[in-house]
């Protein structure tokens, strides 16, 4: 459970985030939507605590990030919008080094490494070295380690971003099975389609504003659009920055 | 584990595994030093001797004008070499040191006991000059200090009527402190070798990292900021520390190569000397290391880091130079300063000198207490939000 109250960021004059609140339940998947440079990324920067809010606050599973940030991230498993890899390392060398950061004991990590790697179905190039890995298999790597302590709640960010058609399928059947194990999953997409297919809730951002709150078929009644595209340029102003 | 530990190991494996990383750390840097050091070294050295020693070639004009004055000063050591036609334009276009020419009225002044003259043409802002200059002029002198006392005997004086002072010259100097110049720059070497052994890791550690996009997960573990500073600089300290290492080991290997039996020195280069030298290094590894990552940390990219920490490789050389130029006497504060304190005590005990152990320890307590603070300063732009960030 994700619960955000009033967040505001600014960099000098710019107001990336200002004034977002939301809650993302466990067992649902909650889509951050918006237009680039709608504040997305700022907004889960500051959930996973890489920033601290100016005013506002996170609380994960109940916990107060500005006042314990170390247990809020062993309750998270985040997919950055930054996802470099070690090309020195294989890929089971670099999901080992997070879950030793992460405190994971040996054997437990083990276990959870090769449960994620039979899932990722990362088995023909988890013994390479990063160096030379297609985008799908970054991701995959990226993901596997960013889960290796069974956390409880979930971020992506833009999870699907670079990714073919078929590895873009079965990253969303992979959001929904951590959804079916309970999970609260949150992830950002500037993409309608994903979205509208895949989330319980959807928040809509736009000028660093939470403009809507709603499941998919509200915000089709509220706007009394019944194409959601037509629905979600509605409630931003303008079609600027969105991807169908 | 300790996540400092972990980080540590994970940046020690994955670094090994990384040519450019090891061939600087383990040959570039330390060997380069020495090699150089030698080469100059052993240049300089044969030069001074054959200046001092050798035979001094020189070009002669007229020198059938005093065949008598020739004929001594051959004695001491000149080889007449033919005349050049205009010593004016050879002395200047360095050509030769230095001319010496004998007019044709020599020969006239020299039988009605006029001052017979000589002429040196040379260029006293060549310096490298000098010594080849006083030589010459130095023989001619006692030639003419010779034949004036002969005069004055075979007038039934003596010749000590001509000398009223006798200045005797007690030169307090050694080989060693002779040498002093020449080697006050090794130190300057090895600070070198920990600069550049640190510093491709330094880079990659943190600008690198931001770069390639991989610190931004890394800073969302569940681990303080100052525990992946403190394995990061552990793993840069390493690597310089061996570069450090392999480099005094080079510098003893190759110590028997500078012909200092010739000076009449010995150079203190044992295996004492090198486990001295590492002691005396080891604040200014960790103190590099923090620097280096500091400089890092501030770049936006791996390339702006590389054009800081080149620019900063020259600060190094400041005591060496200064102390070169303007050798001061060895002051207790010296040791107080880092940087300072490992050039003056590294000088000392390759001349031969004594460190105290008094000294020692100052030079390790300000050496790490400097460091600490660069540390400290370092872990707290560590703790900065901006630093993960990429773009």
């Not at chain 1, 709150?213 to 915000?219: G, H, I, N, S, V």
């Not at chain 1, 194409?227 to 979600?232: G, I, K, S, V």
């Not at chain 2, 043409?121 to 023989?139: A, C, F, H």
């Amino acid at each position: 459970m994700i619960q955000v109250e009033n967040l505001h960021k600014a960099f000098g004059e710019v107001r990336a985030v200002d004034g977002v609140s939301f809650a993302a339940r466990d067992g649902e998947i909650t889509g951050l939507l918006g237009p680039n440079g709608a504040g997305k990324t700022t907004t889960l920067r500051m959930l996973y605590t890489l920033m601290r809010p100016d005013s506002g606050r996170v609380l994960v599973d109940g916990i107060d990030s500005g006042i314990d940030p170390l247990a809020v991230r062993k309750r998270l498993g985040v997919l950055p919008d930054a996802r470099g890899l070690y090309k020195h390392l294989t890929a089971r060398e670099n999901i080992d080094y997070f879950a030793r950061l992460q405190g994971v004991p040996a054997g437990v990590a083990a276990h959870r490494r090769d449960t994620l790697i039979k899932v990722l179905e990362m088995g023909d190039f988890v013994d390479r070295r990063a160096e030379g890995f297609s985008q799908g298999q970054r991701v995959k790597t990226a993901i596997a380690r960013a889960l290796i302590h069974d956390p409880k709640n979930v971020i992506l960010d833009e999870p699907t971003n670079g990714l073919d058609v078929m590895a873009t399928r079965r990253m969303r059947q992979f959001m929904r099975d951590l959804r079916a194990e309970g999970r609260c999953v949150l992830f950002s997409s500037h993409i309608m389609q994903e979205v509208a297919q895949l989330c319980d809730r959807i928040v809509v951002i736009a000028k660093g504003r939470v403009v809507a709150d709603e499941p998919p078929e509200a915000l089709r009644t509220q706007t009394g659009e019944s194409n959601l595209e037509e629905a979600f340029v509605k409630i931003i102003g303008s079609g600027e920055g969105l991807a169908a | 584990m300790n996540s400092s530990l972990v980080v540590f190991l994970k940046e020690f494996r994955e670094n090994l595994r990384d040519r450019r990383t090891v061939l600087n750390a383990l040959i570039t840097g330390p060997l380069i030093g020495p090699l150089i050091f030698v080469m100059l070294i052993n240049v300089m050295i044969s030069r001074q001797l054959s200046q001092a020693e050798g035979p001094l070639r020189l070009p002669v004009i007229g020198a059938t004008n005093a065949p008598n004055l020739i004929a001594e000063l051959r004695q001491q050591g000149l080889d007449p070499q033919p005349p050049v036609a205009d010593p004016i334009a050879a002395v200047r276009n360095r050509d030769v040191a230095a001319v010496l020419r004998i007019p044709p009225a020599f020969g006239e002044s020299w039988h009605t006991g006029e001052p017979a003259q000589v002429e040196i043409y040379y260029d006293s802002s060549r310096r490298e000059t000098q010594q080849v200059v006083n030589r010459l002029k130095e023989m001619v002198q006692r030639y003419s200090r010779l034949t004036g006392a002969m005069r004055l005997v075979a007038r039934g004086l003596s010749s000590t009527l001509a000398s009223p002072v006798l200045v005797d010259e007690r030169d307090q100097s050694t080989p060693q402190s002779r040498a002093g110049a020449l080697f006050s720059i090794l130190p300057y070497f090895f600070v070198l070798t920990v600069f550049i052994g640190g510093m491709y890791l330094a880079i990659d550690l943190t600008a690198g990292e931001r770069e390639r996009q991989s610190l931004e997960p890394l800073f969302v573990n569940p681990v303080a900021p100052w525990r992946i500073l403190l394995g990061k600089v552990a793993a840069i300290c390493v690597f310089s520390a061996c570069s450090l290492l392999i480099c005094i080991v080079a510098f003893t290997v190759a110590g028997r190569f500078i012909p200092t039996e010739k000076l009449g020195m010995a150079l203190g280069l044992g295996p004492v000397f090198a486990v001295e030298v590492l002691v005396l290094m080891l604040p200014l590894v960790l103190l590099i290391a923090a620097l280096e990552t500091l400089v890092a940390a501030f770049s936006k990219s791996f390339r702006e880091a590389q054009t800081y920490l080149s620019l900063l490789m020259l600060i190094p050389i400041l005591p060496s130079i200064m102390l070169s130029l303007f050798p001061v006497k060895t002051a207790s504060w010296m040791y107080a300063v880092p940087l300072l304190s490992q050039q003056v005590a590294i000088t000392e005990l390759l001349l031969g000198g004594s460190v105290t152990a008094a000294q020692i320890g100052t030079c390790l307590v300000c050496g790490f207490a400097v460091a600490a603070l660069m540390l400290a300063v370092t872990a707290r732009v560590y703790g900065s939000e901006r630093l993960a960030i990429s773009v």
